[in-house]
């Protein structure tokens, strides 16, 4: 009953969310525990790849900063590939759960389109999954990854490989591995960054 509960309450939030800025929306989701099912064996095993393709593909990163942290779930998968994690979460109550969850990385309330890493400096690999959904203007959020990340890496499921594919066949040596579990399937796109 509690998940059908939860299930209709995403529904109910996420409606007119899709490419859009709902920041609002977002924090709402919050209201519970974890809202995207990140605990389930499904998400877990998405996790878990993405963190493999990065040990693979790019080895141990000194700095790693993850847009859209959420309450850490996939933070716990990414701080076994770098020295010192970074996330950043548009919600309040995801941020202080993560802060609980990974305690060994910093968090902090951000969104993509004005965050500042506090030292100026980029951050080894930035990586954004299953967030670009949420977002109006996909083109400038990968302007901004390129401006924080000198590695870049994104994940997108299924659904989505035709609105989102476009944005990165253009980008120079971009590489991509599709992962699957189940009928379900993932995008992860990763590249060096285009700005210096």
């Given at each position: 009953?509690?998940?059908?509960?939860?299930?209709?309450?995403?529904?109910l939030?996420?409606r007119?969310?899709?490419?859009?800025?709902?920041?609002?929306?977002?924090?709402?989701?919050?209201?519970?525990?974890?809202?995207?099912?990140?605990?389930?064996?499904?998400?877990?095993?998405?996790?878990?790849?993405?963190?493999?393709?990065?040990?693979?593909?790019?080895?141990?990163?000194?700095?790693?900063?993850?847009?859209?942290?959420?309450?850490?779930?996939?933070?716990?998968?990414?701080?076994?590939?770098?020295?010192?994690?970074?996330?950043?979460?548009?919600?309040?109550?995801?941020?202080?759960?993560?802060?609980?969850?990974?305690p060994?990385?910093?968090?902090?309330?951000?969104?993509?389109?004005?965050?500042?890493?506090?030292?100026?400096q980029?951050?080894?690999?930035?990586?954004?999954?299953?967030?670009?959904?949420?977002?109006s203007?996909?083109?400038?959020?990968?302007?901004?990854?390129?401006?924080?990340?000198?590695?870049?890496?994104?994940?997108?499921?299924?659904?989505?490989?035709?609105?989102?594919?476009?944005f990165?066949?253009?980008?120079?040596?971009?590489?991509?591995?599709?992962?699957?579990?189940?009928?379900?399937?993932?995008?992860?796109?990763?590249?060096?960054?285009?700005?210096?």
């Amino acid at each position: 009953m509690l998940a059908t509960i939860k299930k209709i309450w995403m529904r109910l939030l996420l409606r007119k969310a899709h490419y859009q800025d709902a920041c609002n929306k977002m924090e709402q989701l919050y209201l519970v525990h974890d809202p995207w099912n990140m605990a389930s064996e499904r998400e877990q095993y998405r996790l878990k790849e993405t963190a493999r393709v990065i040990k693979e593909e790019m080895g141990a990163v000194k700095t790693l900063l993850e847009i859209g942290s959420g309450e850490g779930h996939q933070s716990l998968f990414f701080k076994d590939v770098t020295d010192k994690l970074y996330g950043i979460d548009i919600s309040e109550k995801a941020v202080a759960r993560a802060a609980k969850n990974c305690p060994d990385a910093t968090f902090e309330v951000g969104d993509i389109n004005s965050y500042q890493p506090p030292n100026g400096q980029k951050y080894d690999l930035v990586v954004a999954c299953e967030i670009l959904y949420y977002l109006s203007d996909i083109a400038k959020a990968i302007d901004k990854l390129n401006g924080l990340g000198k590695k870049c890496l994104v994940s997108y499921f299924k659904a989505e490989f035709k609105n989102l594919d476009p944005f990165f066949n253009g980008i120079k040596n971009s590489r991509s591995r599709i992962i699957s579990y189940g009928a379900l399937s993932w995008k992860i796109v990763w590249w060096e960054s285009q700005k210096g």
